[in-house]
């Protein structure tokens, strides 16, 4: 199919620095586009729900992985054109979110009310297109839909322009466990369209469980724009100097091709915790037919696998302790046949069973940290200087 360009008075609030690009989503030249650009008129960048990643600000226990992803936009890897059962499942909630989003009051009891009388409190506005700025081009974003102007933000401030709106779809578990990280992933991409699209507001619209719908709102924090803009930027400079290499590769023989190779490998990111990387390393090894020679280790590596062993005898030590602490508890709620211990202002510890569990287990998620964890230095990291 043709792709459809739009600029100036067609851009979202006429902004001349924007481009739009009209692709069906998920279409052929959808990906395309995600990880290529369009090949003469657009280079590519990353994408505002890819920021988050590439700051390191994302757990990468989900492929691709930062060097995975790394190689899908420079060409050096074939990126996976397909979808899964969650984005699907998000991708056809997305007219629901925006029914929901338009009763929204900012109370979850309103909401409710709002649409049994069939009052709608606020606008919004489709983007059908992937949209980057001429100023900072290796960023764009692709918008759900747009705020329209001239309502109140839930910030209370009007709105002189249209806004970022984005729609998400979120599991309970997420929620109950991982919920401060998707926050931080969530304020990164709303960050990130928020810049591209040269506005100051932003809101994610996220529906739990297919029942429990929420609205967060973001005002532009110029202090992380700065640090996106420029880390991005120096992550991009990579990306096209992995691309030369690609393109080198494609008319090297096979001695100058693994010599390419090894160099881009070599200029990938360290790997970080995650079993994502564990995926996408055992697959390069399949890759590359199993290997059987052997190599010589060094100091550095010796030094390394010594601080995983001393890591592994702590971890056991620090995790027979937790236990000693969670079955004392159990013992205090047994006892005293309660089901909840009050500190007062420092907060509440629990004891709950899930649906389905025969177990009851210590919730501590109600209890406030005094300590500062940027202050004082965690007790395992003072363990393992001691063992050392």
């Known amino acids: 199919m043709a792709i459809k360009i739009t600029e100036g008075k067609s851009a979202l609030n006429s902004n001349p620095n924007l481009v739009h690009v009209h692709i069906p989503v998920h279409d052929i030249e959808w990906f395309d586009f995600r990880y290529g650009g369009i090949k003469g008129v657009y280079e590519g960048g990353f994408g505002a729900s890819e920021v988050a990643k590439v700051l390191g600000q ?41 029914e929901r989003w338009e009763y929204w009051d900012n109370t979850p009891d309103g909401y409710l009310k709002n649409y049994l009388l069939g009052k709608k409190m606020r606008k919004h506005k489709k983007v059908n297109a992937y949209i980057y700025n001429r100023r900072f081009p290796w960023l764009f974003a692709s918008l759900d ?41 969530y304020t990164y991409q709303a960050t990130a369209q928020m810049l591209v699209t040269e506005t100051d507001y932003a809101e994610i619209a996220v529906l739990t469980g297919g029942s ?14 700065k640090i996106i803009l420029e880390k991005t930027y120096e992550a991009w400079q990579l990306v096209l100097q992995l691309r030369e290499i690609a393109k080198q590769m494609t008319t090297a023989s096979p001695t100058q091709k693994e010599e390419l190779n090894a160099m881009a490998q070599s200029m990938l990111p360290l790997p970080v915790s995650g079993d994502g990387y564990g995926e996408y390393y055992s697959d390069q ?55 909840v211990i009050d500190f007062g202002g420092l907060g509440k510890l629990k004891y709950t069973k ?30 393992l200087k001691a063992l050392k």
């Open 58 to 98: 994302e757990k990468e226990d989900y492929r691709p992985v930062l060097p995975e992803l790394f190689q899908w936009k420079a060409g050096l890897r074939e990126p996976e054109r397909n979808i899964n059962e969650a984005t699907l499942s998000g991708i056809l909630a997305e007219d629901s979110i925006l």
């Open 145 to 185: 839909s747009s705020i329209v102007a001239g309502q109140s933000s839930l910030s209370g401030v009007v709105l002189d322009k249209d806004c970022p709106l984005e729609l998400k779809t979120m599991n309970f578990m997420v929620k109950k466990n991982g919920f401060e990280e998707t926050m931080t992933k």
């Open 212 to 225: 429990k719908f929420e609205v967060y709102h973001f005002d532009f924090d110029p202090e992380l724009a």
């Open 285 to 339: 090894y399949q890759d590359a037919g199993e290997p059987t020679s052997t190599i010589d280790g060094n100091e550095e590596m010796f030094e390394l696998i010594r601080e995983r062993l001393k890591i592994t005898k702590l971890a056991t030590k620090l995790d027979d302790k937790a236990q000693q602490i969670d079955n004392h508890f159990k013992n205090v709620f047994v006892q005293r046949q309660a089901n």
């Open 354 to 383: 899930q649906t389905g569990w025969k177990a009851y287990t210590t919730d501590y998620r109600g209890i406030k940290e005094k300590a500062d964890p940027n202050v004082i230095e965690p007790v395992y990291l003072q363990t």
